[in-house]
Nanobody, 115 residues
Framework: QVQLVESGGGLVQAGGSLRLSCAAS????????MGWYRQAPGKQRELVADIRKSGSTNYADSVKGRFTISRDNAKNTVYLQMNSLKPEDTAVYYC?????????WGQGTQVTVSS
């Protein structure tokens, strides 16, 4: 089993920045991809960004140029730096880990962007 602990959410004004962190522990070896998803009220959960063990990244079009995902393989930690935040970025953000055929989710952290 893999345990995920997220941190860094909160309330910020439009144009501001936040940094999310997600640390994996337990059987946190051979992790393939690490990423962030988000779910706004009344909407489906969507991919924000993910990063492979190789370092290759993938971003949702809506966050390209504003968000940056990174990972520290030694610490089994993934980060999401969010700049130029917009009210439409308001959502619960979930950390996601793929290890082999297994997928693990964090408990979610609220990000609220006020206009």
């Amino acid at each position: 089993q893999v345990q995920l602990v997220e941190s860094g959410g909160g309330l910020v004004q439009a144009g501001g920045s936040l940094r999310l962190s997600c640390a994996a522990s337990g059987s946190a070896f051979n992790i393939n991809a690490m990423g962030w998803y988000r779910q706004a009220p009344g909407k489906q959960r969507e991919l924000v960004a993910d990063i492979r063990k190789s370092g290759s990244t993938n971003y949702a079009d809506s966050v390209k140029g504003r968000f940056t995902i990174s990972r520290d393989n030694a610490k089994n930690t993934v980060y999401l730096q969010m700049n130029s935040l917009k009210p439409e970025d308001t959502a619960v953000y979930y950390c996601n880990i793929k290890r082999g055929l297994s997928v693990y989710w964090g408990q979610g952290t609220q990000v609220t962007v006020s206009s």
